[in-house]
């Protein structure tokens, strides 16, 4: 099994930066099956949305209206993905979520895991 446990939200005001943090933990197996860490974001009333992912090699991908604000980064030896959010907006405000695909010993299909979500309020 593998833990997400994701860390730096809060309140900002528009305009300001936060950066995000998600940790993964758990079998060596597991972590060392995770290829890509991704962040999405729930906002009020909306669908859940992809906002960047980052491969193990540090191949990235970033919802197209992010680009340019959001920054994803990954250290592996840390098993630990960033969410780098500068100039932002009461739009970006929203639960942001971690989620990785890993296998376990055992099953022959990987699993979807995903961080208790941490809050992120931007106000105007």
């Known amino acids: 099994q593998v833990q997400l446990v994701e860390s730096g939200g809060g309140l900002v005001q528009a305009g300001g930066s936060l950066r995000l943090s998600c940790a993964a933990s758990g079998s060596i197996f597991s972590i060392n099956s995770i290829n890509a860490m991704v962040w999405y974001r729930q906002a009020p009333g909306k669908q859940r949305e992809l906002v960047a992912s980052?491969?193990?090699?540090?191949?990235?991908n970033y919802a197209d209206s992010l680009k340019g604000r959001f920054t994803i980064s990954r250290d592996n030896a840390k098993n630990t993905v960033y969410l780098q959010m500068n100039s932002l907006e009461p739009e970006d405000t929203a639960v942001y979520y971690c989620?990785?695909?890993?296998?376990?010993?055992?099953?022959?299909?990987?699993?979807?895991?995903w961080g208790q979500g941490t809050q992120v309020t931007v106000s105007s």
């Open positions: 989620n990785v695909r890993a296998y376990e010993l055992g099953r022959r299909a990987p699993y979807d895991y």
């Open positions: 980052i491969t193990r090699g540090g191949i990235t």
